[in-house]
């Protein structure tokens, strides 16, 4: 039967600040292949909750659907991030189309990216965040400001009571501390 798979990949990381959260797909792809689905069955799962909610995705007074990828998008947002694994994975002469982690890796970075440049929800973090750096675009300080905007503006993680600052604080102190280290290698000129 034509289909598509996500191919097992193992977890890269212990997590964010040592929460155990996976930051890439080695858990949702477990969980596809355990389960036999391939990507076009999800794609029309989630396409007949879209039809049937309306778009909605309400059924019956409750949300439907579930999160998916790096991010977790949810919703409409799950159906369009299908349609780039689809997108982005390799098909075979039947119809197949599997998708190993780099194929995941670049449909989800072309998802974040269609996100921030075109959806209303999300277009505008990125000139923000470039008017409030802009005397510092190239500083670990504004790798830091990066990290916590996209933390609180566009992963929106659902936080337990006393984390709302923690989380954001981790990520864009990681941010920072990524751009130390591939400066460190660059010589001014």
Known sequence: MPGAHLASAPCRSSGVGGQG??????????????SAKTLLSVYGLLDTLNQQSNGT???????????????QWTFGRTLKLVEEYI???????????AV??????????AMIYYELSNTKDYRAIYPKWE??????LASSAA????????????ERPKYRAGDEKTWAKKWGGDAAQIYKIMMSGIKAK
Request: glycine letters at 14%; hydrophobic letters at 30%.
């Open 21 to 34: 959260r996976c930051l890439h797909p080695s858990q949702y792809i477990y969980n596809f292949n355990s």
């Open 57 to 71: 995705w309400v059924i019956g007074g409750s949300r439907v659907g579930f999160g998916l990828g790096a991010v």
């Open 87 to 97: 997108g982005h994975g390799t098909r075979d002469e039947s119809g197949y189309v």
């Open 100 to 109: 190993n982690y780099d194929q995941v890796m670049a449909a989800e970075m």
């Open 131 to 136: 008017k409030d750096n802009r005397s510092r």
């Open 143 to 154: 790798a830091n400001s990066a990290g916590v905007s996209l933390c609180n503006d566009y």
